[in-house]
């Protein structure tokens, strides 16, 4: 004979939670924050010589 399940106890924290959850529904889910130490920046700036490379050819 399979043995019984046991009651989950009962804890004041989700209780309150699913009250919230039937009253105002399920909360918006979390977005992700890009990191701002990880956003690469360029190491050099462009030369003049490249500056002008590159305003030479776009005419």
């Known amino acids: 004979m ?3 399940k046991k ?13 919230a959850r039937e009253r105002i529904g399920t909360p918006p889910a ?3 924050i890009p ?5 690469k920046k360029e190491k ?3 030369t003049l ?3 002008l490379d590159d305003a ?3 005419p």
């Open 49 to 51: 010589e490249d500056l």
């Open 35 to 39: 990191d701002r130490k990880t956003k």
């Open 44 to 46: 050099h700036k462009l």
């Open 30 to 32: 979390s977005q992700v």
């Open 7 to 19: 009651p989950k106890r009962f804890r004041a924290v989700e209780a309150v939670k699913a009250m």
């Open 56 to 58: 030479g050819r776009e």
């Open 2 to 4: 399979p043995k019984k």
